[in-house]
């Protein structure tokens, strides 16, 4: 069992940076990719950033590649994501997911503990 705790959401102007941490129970952390993704409401969730077991490996969705970074710190069993240069359009509900493997990529079914969540508002 993982259980999963995001934290690091708020409200913030466009331009501005924020970052996302998500704090991993569980002795697994260090064997599993994480990712991290989001939804706005009527929309389906939406893959953001991935990162493998040992940090060795990244993925990002073209909408966020070189403005978001995805990291991990394996003795404070943490995944962090670093937004900078935020757009309107980045407003989700982010969520941090466990991989079933050491590298999960960007699908979802990938994934088998998440979140609850943190809100991320970009105001423009």
């Known amino acids: 069992q993982v259980q999963l705790v995001e934290s690091g959401g708020g409200l913030v102007q466009a331009g501005g940076s924020l970052r996302l941490s998500c704090a991993a129970s569980?002795?697994?952390?260090?064997?599993?990719?994480m990712g991290w993704f989001r939804q706005t409401p009527g929309k389906e969730r939406e893959f953001v950033a991935a990162?493998?077991?040992?940090?060795?490996?990244?993925y990002y969705a073209d909408s966020v590649k070189g403005r978001f970074t995805i990291s991990r710190d394996n003795d404070r069993n943490t995944v962090y994501l670093q937004m900078n240069s935020l757009k309107p359009e980045d407003t989700a509900v982010y969520y941090c997911?466990?991989?079933?493997?050491?590298?999960?990529?960007?699908?979802?079914?990938?994934?088998?503990?998440w979140g609850r969540g943190t809100q991320v508002t970009v105001s423009s």
């Open positions: 990162i493998s077991y040992n940090g060795g490996s990244t």
């Open positions: 569980g002795r697994t952390f260090s064997r599993r990719g």
């Open positions: 997911a466990s991989g079933k493997t050491y590298y999960s990529g960007g699908v979802d079914y990938d994934y088998d503990y």
